[in-house]
């Protein structure tokens, strides 16, 4: 009997596809690619057509053997990697090991990991596409020249060792412009004035409010309390009357089907999962999950690395039917909703979905980890959502004249407006289960996703930035919504002011938000920079190079590091560092991957123009700042400290370096090091501790040093109630890690390993007594209590410190919290239980918070800690 070999890539598809496969067939797994350019500079024959010269991957001799092994036994090798052009390189490599004559060789894709997908692929081989594997080879070799050129220069340039990649050298770049545009961020004042209105006569229905819109025929914005005196004069004595009432049905269509970087920004802002780890759940959830049923696992979502939203008419025939039976026929469009993928994308795939609508998600939770649970009802609601009819509103708003009564009023007339909506028909918000925004959504809005089979979209238009939103607020406001209907009203009826009255409430505008993982993706899709298979990757290696720090709350903040990296790279006029250009670049890549364009024509154009600018670029200054003076005196020899900059921050070495080494820490660029006193007692030597920063953050250090080198994390004021022990701040040793919060006896004679994932306030909760609450990141910083049963939390409000505290203490007023709780605060939504270790799959191997800059005298305590 004949025998096929199937290879795939991972173990887990191995042994999913081979449970549909069954006799007659074998399947084994590459393990990811089995071949790439080895790490030295000739690796890429630049006078030879940018030839390269492949090496076997370390380690992956034997796979390699296993496979050649299996292929002589086989008649037939079918090559099912990756649906990707990563993927189509993998085969490749795989088939220029396993060549023979008599061996026949075919590509087959499987874009769904279930019987009708593996029996399609199957059915359906082809020959390899070299114009796919080009554009990956062109890819790599970019990304090889670019990444080792533009490394030596940094190193000449800044500090040996420092490294800068092809593209993620431009996400720093937006990251960084990010940053200085909040740095020089100016606060403009503004005020929006609104006002409590009623019917005249009588006054028996609803009040409700009204914002001011317009003074004299023209957009009013108030920008000083002066003004806005003048104003609220004039209304607290106007005439108001309705002008105009406008009733109309609004709908809200339902967005696309997941993309891969509209699912990363949903992750990011719902489940709080970064980019690097959705992508590793969706890619256990297309390999296959054991739902103790046909005998092994089965694929729950199709291929994950996709931008385009094309579904397949049978998956829309069976979403159909399923939106019937479950939510109605009246929640299914008339024709199937179509969108429109965005320019360039690869619609070789489907968008993101359930390989079958039929599996619910609560059907199968007991079957899966938490996380797989939550992103697969993430795919599963989205998809769904695709195929319903719009949600159905209300809408009622009215414009309402104000006539000052005052002898000489600032404007003679204002315009105010009013708007209200209640939901008519849930339609697609039925099944998204209190989701407010989604990404992508507004790329439907224009579009005919409501039966007419047009769906969806032009590309979304660029998003203003929140400082220009701040400013239009004055106007804007007026626009909003409120979730609720008005009063009836009549054109020419008299309105009479009622509690609130006229309200004047001053704003600021605020600067741009950082990027986060989701809003960085965002950003990166809609400028055209990489294709959804590396996204994550670009996120990731920003970070283990420790360009930016994530804050709490996950926004990226550059460090200084990564600011002299990108100015020096700007400065040598680069245009790898063209944001433009990397998008150009990316569409030229595709040109290789369509058959529109050689390799060999995309490197040579490119590296004779990026040669001639690296040779320019290295006969510039040095990027690191100059070494200056300080008024400090070396410990050790008694000459003067200069304060240098290194790739680990600043620090304070002696002038007469390299005869005197000594060196000491220097957490600012003002020249000397931050201290601060503390009651705490050194367990060593018994001396005051004082807390010093450095630049893993603050730490503990003995006023002996040097006698004494003790070095503690610094507790957080709240003692672990399990132990009694103190509280501290745990950072992962790897980049990118979840920082979390446990107790400082991890490594006493009787070890605690009480965790929390929100950070530990010392107050005590109002409603249970509970001697601590925990501080929750996100949109809305709220305090949270950490006991399991307890339902209290409440919004930190405007103006209060990063921690909580009005005072910026990190504190919060125990007074004002309980003043803030009562029976109508709203259950929490929960945290990590107390006690409770985190989840598994995000346990991070971590170490305390403190630090100091490398090469500094005394090192800060850098306790090994895994999470268990």
Same mark, same amino acid.
């Given at each position: 009997?004949?025998?096929?070999?199937?290879?795939?890539?991972?173990?887990?598809?191995?042994?999913?596809?081979?449970?549909?496969?069954?006799?007659?067939?074998?399947?084994?797994?590459?393990?990811?690619?089995?071949?790439?350019?080895?790490?030295?500079?000739?690796?890429?024959?630049?006078?030879?057509?940018?030839?390269?010269?492949?090496?076997?991957?370390?380690?992956?001799?034997?796979?390699?053997?296993?496979?050649?092994?299996?292929?002589?036994?086989?008649?037939?090798?079918?090559?099912?990697?990756?649906?990707?052009?990563?993927?189509?390189?993998?085969?490749?490599?795989?088939?220029?090991?396993?060549?023979?004559?008599?061996?026949?060789?075919?590509?087959?894709?499987?874009?769904?990991?279930?019987?009708?997908?593996?029996?399609?692929?199957?059915?359906?081989?082809?020959?390899?596409?070299?114009?796919?594997?080009?554009?990956?080879?062109?890819?790599?070799?970019?990304?090889?020249?670019?990444?080792?050129?533009?490394?030596?220069?940094?190193?000449?340039?800044?500090?040996?060792?420092?490294?800068?990649?092809?593209?993620?050298?431009?996400?720093?770049?937006?990251?960084?412009?990010?940053?200085?545009?909040?740095?020089?961020?100016?606060?403009?004042?503004?005020?929006?004035?609104?006002?409590?209105?009623?019917?005249?006569?009588?006054?028996?229905?609803?009040?409700?409010?009204?914002?001011?819109?317009?003074?004299?025929?023209?957009?009013?914005?108030?920008?000083?309390?002066?003004?806005?005196?003048?104003?609220?004069?004039?209304?607290?004595?106007?005439?108001?009357?309705? &002008?105009?009432?406008?009733?109309?049905?609004?709908?809200?269509?339902?967005?696309?089907?997941?993309?891969?970087?509209?699912?990363?920004?949903?992750?990011?802002?719902?489940?709080?999962?970064?980019?690097?780890?959705?992508?590793?759940?969706?890619?256990?959830?297309?390999?296959?999950?054991?739902?103790?049923?046909?005998?092994?696992?089965?694929?729950?979502?199709?291929?994950?690395?996709?931008?385009?939203?094309?579904?397949?008419?049978?998956?829309?025939?069976?979403?159909?039917?399923?939106?019937?039976?479950?939510?109605?026929?009246?929640?299914?469009?008339?024709?199937?909703?179509?969108?429109?993928?965005?320019?360039?994308?690869?619609?070789?795939?489907?968008?993101?979905?359930?390989?079958?609508?039929?599996?619910?998600?609560?059907?199968? *939770?007991?079957?899966?980890?938490?996380?797989?649970?939550?992103?697969?009802?993430?795919?599963?609601?989205?998809?769904?959502?695709?195929?319903?009819?719009?949600?159905?509103?209300?809408?009622?708003?009215?414009?309402?004249?104000?006539?000052?009564?005052? &002898? &000489?009023?600032?404007?003679?007339?204002?315009?105010?407006?009013?708007?209200?909506?209640?939901?008519?028909?849930?339609?697609?918000?039925?099944?998204?289960?209190?989701?407010?925004?989604?990404?992508?959504?507004?790329?439907? &809005?224009?579009?005919?996703?409501?039966?007419?089979?047009?769906?969806?979209?032009?590309?979304?238009?660029?998003?203003?930035?929140?400082?220009?939103?701040?400013?239009?607020?004055?106007?804007?406001?007026?626009?909003?919504?409120?979730?609720?209907?008005?009063?009836?009203?009549?054109?020419?009826?008299?309105?009479?002011?009622?509690?609130?009255?006229?309200?004047?409430?001053?704003?600021?505008?605020?600067?741009?938000?950082?990027?986060?993982?989701?809003?960085?993706?965002?950003?990166?899709?809609?400028?055209?920079?990489?294709?959804?298979?590396?996204?994550?990757?670009?996120?990731?290696?920003?970070?283990?190079?420790?360009?930016?720090?994530?804050?709490?709350?996950?926004?990226?903040?550059?460090?200084?590091?990564? *600011?002299?990296?990108?100015?020096?790279?700007?400065?040598?006029?680069?245009?790898?560092?063209?944001?433009?250009?990397?998008?150009?670049?990316?569409?030229?890549?595709?040109?290789?991957?369509?058959?529109?364009?050689?390799?060999?024509?995309?490197?040579?154009?490119?590296?004779?123009?990026?040669?001639?600018?690296?040779?320019?670029?290295?006969?510039?200054?040095?990027?690191?700042?100059?070494?200056?003076?300080?008024?400090?005196?070396?410990?050790?020899?008694?000459?003067?400290?200069?304060?240098?900059?290194?790739?680990?921050?600043?620090?304070?070495?002696?002038?007469?370096?390299?005869?005197?080494?000594?060196?000491?820490?220097?957490?600012?660029?003002?020249?000397?090091?931050?201290?601060?006193?503390?009651?705490?007692?050194?367990?060593?030597?018994?001396?005051?501790?004082?807390?010093?920063?450095?630049?893993?953050?603050?730490?503990?250090?003995?006023?002996?040093?040097?006698?004494?080198?003790?070095?503690?994390?610094?507790?957080?004021?709240?003692?672990?109630?399990?132990?009694?022990?103190?509280?501290?701040?745990?950072?992962?040793?790897?980049?990118?890690?979840?920082?979390?919060?446990?107790?400082?006896?991890?490594?006493?004679?009787?070890?605690?390993?009480?965790?929390?994932?929100?950070?530990?306030?010392?107050?005590?909760?109002?409603?249970?007594?509970?001697?601590?609450?925990?501080?929750?990141?996100?949109?809305?910083?709220?305090?949270?209590?950490?006991?399991?049963?307890?339902?209290?939390?409440?919004?930190?409000?405007?103006?209060?410190?990063?921690?909580?505290?009005?005072?910026?203490?990190?504190?919060?007023?125990?007074?004002?919290?309980?003043?803030?709780?009562?029976?109508?605060?709203?259950?929490?939504?929960?945290?990590?239980?107390?006690?409770?270790?985190?989840?598994?799959?995000?346990?991070?191997?971590?170490?305390?918070?403190?630090?100091?800059?490398?090469?500094?005298?005394?090192?800060?305590?850098?306790?090994?800690?895994?999470?268990?």
């Amino acid at each position: 009997m004949a025998k096929t070999l199937v290879i795939v890539e991972s173990p887990a598809k191995a042994k999913t596809i081979k449970k549909y496969l069954g006799n007659g067939y074998e399947v084994f797994a590459s393990k990811g690619h089995v071949k790439d350019l080895p790490k030295k500079q000739n690796a890429v024959d630049v006078q030879n057509d940018f030839a390269e010269t492949y090496e076997v991957i370390e380690g992956k001799e034997k796979v390699l053997e296993e496979l050649k092994s299996a292929a002589k036994k086989a008649d037939e090798v079918l090559l099912a990697t990756d649906p990707d052009r990563e993927g189509e390189a993998i085969a490749f490599h795989i088939s220029e090991e396993i060549k023979n004559p008599r061996l026949k060789v075919a590509r087959v894709e499987f874009h769904e990991i279930t019987k009708k997908g593996v029996d399609h692929g199957v059915h359906n081989p082809r020959k390899l596409d070299e114009n796919l594997y080009d554009a990956q080879r062109a890819r790599r070799v970019l990304d090889r020249i670019v990444g080792y050129d533009v490394s030596a220069l940094v190193w000449s340039k800044l500090a040996f060792g420092l490294s800068a990649g092809r593209v993620q050298s431009v996400a720093l770049r937006l990251i960084v412009d990010r940053e200085r545009e909040i740095e020089a961020f100016v606060p403009e004042e503004y005020w929006n004035i609104a006002v409590g209105l009623t019917a005249a006569s009588p006054p028996t229905r609803a009040p409700f409010v009204a914002k001011l819109a317009a003074a004299d025929g023209k957009k009013l914005e108030v920008t000083n309390g002066e003004v806005a005196a003048k104003v609220r004069a004039d209304l607290e004595t106007a005439r108001f009357r309705v &002008a105009k009432v406008v009733r109309r049905e609004q709908k809200r269509n339902p967005p696309a089907p997941y993309t891969t970087s509209k699912l990363q920004q949903d992750a990011t802002n719902y489940l709080h999962f970064g980019a690097k780890r959705t992508m590793q759940i969706a890619q256990a959830l297309y390999e296959g999950i054991d739902l103790k049923r046909d005998g092994g696992p089965v694929g729950l979502i199709t291929y994950m690395r996709t931008d385009s939203t094309r579904v397949s008419d049978d998956a829309i025939a069976e979403v159909r039917g399923v939106v019937a039976k479950r939510y109605g026929k009246e929640f299914v469009p008339e024709r199937p909703n179509v969108y429109k993928s965005k320019k360039n994308a690869q619609d070789a795939h489907e968008a993101i979905r359930p390989t079958s609508v039929e599996i619910h998600p609560d059907s199968i *939770k007991k079957y899966l980890k938490d996380e797989q649970y939550k992103l697969y009802k993430l795919i599963w609601n989205r998809f769904v959502a695709s195929q319903m009819n719009p949600a159905v509103y209300d809408r009622t708003t009215v414009e309402i004249d104000a006539t000052p009564a005052v &002898a &000489a009023p600032a404007y003679r007339s204002y315009l105010a407006r009013a708007s209200g909506r209640i939901l008519k028909f849930a339609g697609w918000l039925q099944v998204t289960e209190g989701q407010q925004e989604f990404a992508g959504e507004e790329e439907s &809005a224009g579009g005919a996703a409501d039966g007419s089979g047009g769906g969806g979209a032009a590309p979304a238009p660029v998003e203003a930035s929140a400082a220009e939103a701040e400013r239009a607020a004055p106007g804007a406001s007026a626009e909003e919504d409120s979730e609720a209907l008005l009063p009836d009203m009549k054109e020419g009826e008299a309105l009479a002011v009622s509690p609130p009255g006229v309200i004047t409430d001053q704003k600021f505008t605020q600067p741009p938000p950082r990027y986060n993982e989701g809003s960085l993706v965002r950003e990166l899709e809609k400028r055209g920079i990489g294709r959804p298979s590396t996204y994550a990757e670009i996120i990731s290696k920003v970070q283990q190079r420790a360009y930016v720090e994530k804050r709490e709350g996950g926004a990226f903040q550059p460090t200084l590091l990564g *600011k002299f990296v990108v100015d020096g790279l700007v400065r040598s006029n680069l245009d790898i560092m063209d944001p433009n250009f990397t998008a150009q670049m990316e569409e030229e890549l595709d040109a290789v991957g369509a058959g529109n364009l050689k390799r060999e024509q995309l490197l040579k154009r490119f590296y004779k123009k990026f040669r001639e600018q690296l040779d320019k670029s290295k006969k510039l200054a040095p990027w690191k700042p100059e070494a200056e003076k300080t008024d400090l005196v070396c410990d050790e020899c008694g000459s003067m400290m200069l304060k240098k900059w290194g790739k680990n921050g600043w620090f304070l070495s002696c002038e007469r370096y390299p005869k005197c080494k000594a060196t000491r820490d220097l957490s600012d660029a003002r020249g000397s090091a931050a201290v601060r006193e503390t009651d705490i007692s050194c367990d060593k030597c018994g001396k005051p501790m004082i807390i010093k920063t450095g630049r893993f953050g603050d730490f503990l250090s003995c006023t002996g040093y040097p006698t004494c080198k003790n070095t503690r994390p610094v507790p957080l004021g709240v003692a672990c109630p399990n132990c009694g022990g103190d509280l501290i701040e745990i950072r992962p040793r790897k980049k990118g890690g979840r920082t979390f919060y446990g107790c400082s006896n991890w490594n006493a004679e009787q070890k605690c390993d009480f965790k929390l994932w929100q950070k530990p306030v010392p107050v005590p909760c109002p409603q249970c007594g509970a001697k601590f609450v925990t501080r929750t990141a996100g949109k809305k910083a709220m305090l949270v209590c950490a006991t399991k049963d307890c339902g209290f939390k409440q919004e930190i409000v405007e103006g209060e410190g990063e921690d909580g505290a009005a005072d910026g203490s990190g504190a919060p007023d125990a007074a004002s919290i309980v003043a803030g709780a009562g029976a109508g605060a709203a259950p929490a939504a929960r945290p990590e239980p107390t006690g409770a270790a985190p989840a598994a799959a995000e346990r991070p191997e971590a170490a305390p918070t403190p630090g100091a800059t490398k090469g500094a005298g005394e090192k800060p305590a850098r306790a090994r800690r895994t999470a268990s």
